[in-house]
């Protein structure tokens, strides 16, 4: 079985695979949502530079 991703990762995935910010899993205000969207704004940040 593989193992759960962490919030962060999954966020960056998903900005990788084209998926808007505000297609969160996560409840609104959660710590994995903020962690979530911290990830797919990281590598959006990556991706610009």
Do not use: F
Request: charged residues 35%.
């Amino acid at each position: 079985m593989a193992e759960k991703q962490h919030p962060i990762d999954e966020g960056r995935e998903a900005y990788m695979n084209g998926e808007p910010l505000n297609s969160c899993p996560y409840p609104k205000d959660s710590t994995e949502a903020v962690e979530w969207e911290g990830g797919w704004m990281e590598a959006e940040e990556e991706d610009s530079e």
